[in-house]
């Protein structure tokens, strides 16, 4: 195992010289990634394939052109989000200069999850670079190809005094989370999450957490169903189910319900050219452990379509079953997996009931035609983010925050957004020695006459 307590020092070591704040560090390091994945691309394209028989085209939206793009947008306004905010003043210091200043927190850590191992790891590390940090990246274990390639390509191309990858597994994040850092970004699941947080606070470092959930969909009657089952399944088996905010579980009433199980038939017919287990477009479970747990799901209800497998290549076709109750294995947590189950339901409220006897989700999903029940889901539940009539778009617009509530995460990123999350907004006050005589009463003894009573 690496050196950590040495690894640390020496990034805090270059953090004091205070070269990472300067505008031209910033921009250099930002540029310098963009170069990375203009000139990486097919390097990163092959790895993805060999760790998750992740599709180019999945690849280059999902990961290279979405960080490509959010890169573009930081390097653009770097000079404007690093400006001072002048916040208003009332009389009492009316004569005084008022700012915010965003600086840096410090050492910075970035724990990356395996699912869209380029984007979770190099999305927080605009944020990093661009509020000024230096940054310790620990991509996921489970995407070993990429890990392996980031730390290859962030050697390469970035300031290595500032910027450092380190790889790894359970022990090797141990021994690093009992380092100090000034903040910690992690990506994953919500029992890590945790671990994560203890580690913090023995230091008091604050976190941001970007976590998961079951991301809920409703159904509402008098859609257009393809269309719905078109958009819903895009959510749903993109990377194989392995997204975050990958529509969970449909809620729906018995008539919908039937309606829609026939139009998903037909759109992962169209998807997938009526072969997912030979289609190039589909991708696989990422390991073993992770094939075991969404294969326990299949137990659940009654699957009326897909549920096959092949344990020798993690495959898991895309699977609908219908009728589920909350008691339902497939209802006990997170699916991560191309498996929709669909649960009947009376009507909204008891959807929405249903949504807020749990956790806050990630996302949440509503289909309808009628603004008084969007409207509806919008008042009275919680969730980290929202698409109405689509999945997972939300997650793609840079001037929308991105991030949990409650289970599902603490604090967000993405855009602008990300600079704030690495940013501390320190407040700042300044005056002149000048005129002391106006202070005069705020000054002892405390007379009645200073009160002018
Ligand atoms: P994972 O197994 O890759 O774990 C994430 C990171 O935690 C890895 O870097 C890993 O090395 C580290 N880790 C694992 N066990 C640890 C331990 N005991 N101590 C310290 N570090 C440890 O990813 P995962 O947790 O399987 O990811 C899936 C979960 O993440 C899902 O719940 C998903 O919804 C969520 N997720 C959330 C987002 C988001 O942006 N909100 C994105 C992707 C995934």
Known sequence: MADYSKIVGEIRQAFRT???????????????LYKLLEESSKEIEDALYKDLHKHRIEAIVFEI?????????????????????KPPKNLLVAMDTLM??????????VIGAWNYPIQLTLLPLIGAIAAGNCCVIKPSELAHNIAILLEKLINKYMDNESIRVVNGGVQETTALLKERFDQIFYTGNNVVAKIVMEAAAKHLTPVVLELGGKSPVYVDKGVDMLTVAKRLMWGKTCNSGQTCIAPDYVMCTAEVQNELIEKIRIVIDQFYDGNTATSECYGRII?????????????????????????????????????????????????????????????EDQAIDYINDGEKPLAMYIFSNNNKIVDKFLQQTSSGGVTVNDTVIHAGVMTLPFGGVGHSGTGSYHGKYSFDAFSHKRSVLKRSLAMDFINAVRYPPYTDRKLGV
């Open 65 to 85: 052109a979405l960080v490509k793009n959010d890169l573009a947008n930081a390097i653009d306004n770097l000079s404007e989000w690093m400006k001072p905010e």
């Open 287 to 347: 390991n073993d452990r992770h094939f075991q747990r969404v294969k326990s799901m299949l137990k659940s209800g009654d699957i009326v379509i897909g549920g096959n497998i092949n344990e020798e290549e993690r495959y898991i076709s895309p699977t609908v079953i219908k009728d589920v109750k909350p008691i339902d294995t497939v209802m006990q947590s997170e699916v991560f997996g191309p498996v929709l189950p669909i649960m009947p339901v009376m009507n």
């Open 100 to 109: 915010i200043q965003p600086e840096p927190f410090g050492v910075s850590l």
């Open 18 to 32: 205070g070269k990472t704040k300067t505008y031209q560090w910033r921009r250099e390091q930002l540029l310098q």
